[in-house]
């Protein structure tokens, strides 16, 4: 069965410090991972896909697949940035069955 | 464009009743997910849809159902409902419900069960 694992649900960090949203998965295919972001009275909306290797408000992921891990990554955290993040999974190949971790809120203190 | 829109946002209902639950898909967008939301669970799962057939389905039990119309208009029905179903659900559509499109999420129907 696929999972997907927050370890923390609440991060604070100070503005302008590095930012790292852990995500671990489980999985015995080959992943598609997402990560996700609900700021305050806001819809859920896609930040990145693990596919895109993109870089979106400054953040970045990277697949580890040795360590199952798909950690976000920010070097200067902002405080727009203090919202929920989930960490999603997508069986390869299939259709929209996501499966989400609990979430982590980002609080980024000014 | 229009994003998706779920309706009712909010609803109040008695245990042992049941509810409906309609989600608009943005247009063009055939592929419907739904999703429980909770604090103890987090997001999860519940069922797609594409072109009027459920495609996947999670590990609720089937008190949880749900349907779509040739508009790709979606319903969500919950039978028998007990406490524990008091909870956000969300809808989200994409064109095709692959791993390759980003899936558009609508603001949720929040469902309290007294």
């Known amino acids: 069965a696929q999972r997907v694992t927050q370890p923390e649900k609440l991060l604070s960090v100070f503005k302008g410090a590095p930012v790292e949203l852990k995500c671990n998965y489980s999985y015995s295919g080959s992943p598609e991972l997402f990560w996700y972001v609900q700021y305050s009275r806001q819809r859920l909306q896609l930040l990145l896909r693990h596919i895109s290797r993109e870089s979106i408000k400054g953040f970045t992921a990277d697949l580890n697949k040795g360590e199952t891990s798909f950690h976000l990554k920010k070097p200067f955290a902002q405080e727009e940035d203090s919202a929920m993040y989930y960490c999603a999974l997508l069986n390869s190949g299939g259709y929209q069955k996501v499966t989400f971790g609990t979430g982590t809120k980002l609080q980024v203190i000014p | 464009k229009a994003g998706v829109t779920q309706t009712p946002r909010y609803l109040i209902k008695t245990r042992g009743q049941q509810v409906t639950l309609s989600c608009s898909p943005i247009?063009?967008?055939?592929?419907v997910s739904w999703y429980q939301q909770t604090p103890g669970q987090g997001l999860q799962f519940l069922f797609e849809y594409f072109s009027e057939t459920q495609r996947n389905k999670g590990n609720f039990p089937g008190r949880f159902s749900g349907r779509q119309f040739s508009n790709s208009r979606s319903e969500m029905n919950v039978s028998t409902l007990e406490l524990g179903d008091s909870a956000l659900y969300l809808c989200?559509?994409?064109?095709?419900?692959?791993?390759?499109?980003?899936?558009?999420f609508g603001q949720g129907t929040r469902l309290t069960v007294v």
């Open positions: 989200a559509s994409s064109f095709q419900g692959t791993g390759e499109e980003e899936a558009f």
């Open positions: 247009s063009g967008h055939r592929s």
